[in-house]
């Protein structure tokens, strides 16, 4: 089950409420308190929506992305570049709005996370929790929101000395900006800021940002001022 939009947008404007009035319905004086979780509210609703794109997209992904392979390449040259992407147009055009749609849970959730500071209550541990999850996918995402900078300055990006992968590259002594962008199973490999970095991007793999969402939306209806009957949170993003 997906959120509402329009049913959690209310039980946001409830929970805000709920924090910035007193017994007697009167706003408090604290208003960086005001200020901070009005603005924190306003994110929350459209962190939703992409969370919901992010859920539909993410039950398609096929139950392996790539065959397994790792290849028997040295590496001593200079610019190198080796791509092996054997993935279809249809499963590519999955991943890369998967990792776009990560990127923007990752941004939303910092976001809110700084925008609350200390005044996040109950919601802070578990927007930390979603940050964190979809965090892991920041050096990929990276990778190719970038991905022509990685390719114009391999200097910069690209692996100089001996590195043993795990995709089976082998840099060796001589080898300088070497470049790499590999699809395994259900692992990329990539080089990023001169490492060697891989990333599981399995179905799986995502399973976190939903755990962590549902603990967020626990949060937000849990108000009592004007309480209303919403889903459960294990009922929302099934995994």
């Not at 994110?43 to 539909?56: D, E, R, W």
């Not at 992305?65 to 092996?84: C, E, F, M, R, Y």
């Not at 840099?171 to 800021?193: E, M, Q, R, V």
């Not at 949060?219 to 099934?238: C, F, G, N, R, V």
């Amino acid at each position: 089950m997906l959120v509402d939009y329009t049913a959690f947008s209310s039980a946001t404007h409830w929970w805000v409420a709920e924090r910035v009035l007193d017994s007697e319905c009167r706003l408090t004086k604290d208003e960086e308190l005001q200020e901070r979780l009005h603005r924190a509210a306003r994110i929350l609703p459209f962190l939703f929506q992409t969370l919901n794109s992010f859920y539909l997209v993410t039950r398609v992904i096929p139950l392996q992305w790539a065959p397994q392979q790792k290849l028997s390449v040295q590496d001593g040259g200079t610019n190198n570049i080796v791509i092996n992407m054997k993935i279809s147009p249809e499963h590519y055009q999955t991943l890369r709005i998967t990792l776009a749609l990560v990127s923007d849970i990752y941004s939303f959730s910092n976001a809110i996370i700084k925008i609350g500071k200390s005044k996040l209550n109950g919601l802070k541990s578990p927007t930390v929790q979603l940050f964190d999850n979809a965090n892991q996918f920041r050096d990929v995402r990276n990778f190719f929101t970038h991905f022509d900078v990685v390719l114009l300055e391999p200097d910069k990006h690209g692996i100089t000395g001996p590195v043993l992968t795990n995709c089976g590259i082998e840099y060796t002594n001589t080898a300088k900006g070497g470049l790499h962008l590999i699809l395994s199973g259900d692992k990329l490999y990539f080089t990023w800021h001169r490492k060697v970095n891989e990333v599981n991007i399995g179905k799986k793999a995502f399973d976190g940002i939903f755990i962590s969402a549902m603990n967020v939306y626990s949060e937000i209806i849990s108000h009592k001022l004007h309480a209303t009957q919403y889903p459960s949170p294990d009922s929302i993003y099934p995994i």
